[in-house]
Every structure is written in C-alpha cells, then in structure tokens.
C-alpha cells in the first residue's frame, strides 16, 4: 500500500510539474528491449495473480532511442500496469517492437475489457477516468494515460490508441532512433 500510495502522489508531482512545463528530461541512448523485458518482470508478480500469458515480441533491428530512463521506464510500466487492472484472469499480454518508417514502434496489446470510442477520444485527458460499468476495483486518480502522453511527446513520439469493448486494446507508440 505504501508502494501504491507513492507511486500515486509521484503521478501527481510529475503532472503538476509537466503542467507548468518544467518537465527537463535528461535523455541518454537507451535500449528499449532491455527496458521492457525490466518492465515485465516488475509486474510479474501481477501477472501471475491474473493468471496471464505474456508474449515478448522483440523484433526491431535496431532499438536504441534517446531517452530519459526513469520516464520512459514510468511510462511502459503504466502501459502494462493498465493493462492489468482492466483484464480478467486468464489477461494476454503482448508487447512486440519493429520498425516503421525509420522509427521504432512499440505495441502493447491486451485482451482485456476494453473501451468506447468515445472513452478513446478521451482517455489521455487529465483526470478522466473511462467508466467500466459495476467494476469498483480500478483504483487510481485518472493521471496515467495523461502522464504517457506527455512522455510520448516529451520523447518526439507519437501515440495512438485501438481498442473495442470486451476484445482489448492495443496503443501504439513510434519513437525516433538514435543515428548510429
């Protein structure tokens, strides 16, 4: 709980700085291969408890990118932890990397409750929490995806969002590669 509440109150104080714009994001070449198989282990733990199967597909040639570790750690653990929190047992879990158009593509892609499109449009607002019908166990205060917003963009990338109700959903984030 003590873990839970402090991530919370750190969601909080990076959106408030991000909100004044102060966000200085030291950037260093990072392999992003290594930081999702880090993220996945992280959670596994959760995923056992939901009884889920986790796919690593890796593909990308080339996976370095500029970064700042620690937020672009925060933000595919948000990924994944979401992912988590809207499935039921039995969770399918799949991340997988390639290249696309001379950028790196990340998906993460679940088969969990799912959402609207109108929750879609909506979910990268501040504050917004989708509605899951007579779910209560969701907890959290509607920062994360607003949060992984930022940090996409804060890395010059670019996120986007499929999903259906009862099938999952699946972001899709591209990120610029460093030059080697």
Do not use: C, W
């Given at each position: 709980?003590?873990?839970?509440?402090?991530?919370?109150?750190?969601?909080?104080?990076?959106?408030?700085?991000?909100?004044?714009?102060?966000l200085?994001?030291i950037?260093?070449?990072?392999?992003?291969?290594?930081?999702?198989?880090?993220?996945?282990?992280h959670?596994?733990?959760?995923l056992?408890?939901?009884?889920?199967?986790?796919?690593?597909?890796?593909?990308?040639?080339?996976?370095?990118?500029?970064?700042?570790?620690?937020?672009?750690?925060?933000?595919?653990?948000n990924?994944?932890d979401?992912?988590?929190?809207?499935?039921?047992?039995?969770?399918?879990?799949?991340?997988?990397?390639g290249l696309?158009?001379?950028?790196?593509?990340?998906?993460?892609?679940?088969?969990?409750?799912?959402?609207?499109?109108?929750t879609?449009?909506?979910?990268?607002?501040?504050?917004?929490?989708?509605?899951?019908?007579?779910?209560h166990?969701?907890?959290g205060?509607g920062l994360?995806?607003?949060?992984?917003?930022?940090?996409?963009?804060?890395?010059?990338?670019?996120?986007?969002?499929?999903s259906?109700?009862?099938k999952?959903s699946?972001?899709?984030?591209?990120f610029p590669?460093t030059?080697?």
């Amino acid at each position: 709980e003590n873990r839970r509440m402090n991530k919370h109150v750190e969601t909080i104080l990076q959106s408030a700085i991000m909100d004044r714009q102060q966000l200085d994001l030291i950037k260093e070449p990072l392999h992003i291969h290594e930081l999702i198989r880090d993220v996945v282990t992280h959670h596994q733990l959760q995923l056992d408890e939901k009884q889920s199967t986790t796919e690593l597909m890796l593909e990308a040639k080339q996976d370095v990118v500029m970064a700042n570790p620690e937020h672009f750690r925060n933000m595919l653990s948000n990924l994944v932890d979401n992912a988590i929190k809207y499935a039921n047992d039995g969770l399918l879990l799949r991340i997988t990397t390639g290249l696309s158009r001379g950028r790196l593509q990340i998906r993460v892609a679940d088969n969990g409750i799912g959402m609207t499109k109108e929750t879609v449009k909506r979910i990268f607002e501040k504050f917004y929490r989708a509605h899951t019908g007579n779910l209560h166990n969701v907890k959290g205060f509607g920062l994360g995806l607003s949060y992984v917003k930022s940090i996409v963009d804060a890395h010059g990338g670019k996120i986007r969002v499929e999903s259906s109700p009862g099938k999952g959903s699946e972001f899709i984030l591209d990120f610029p590669l460093t030059q080697s």
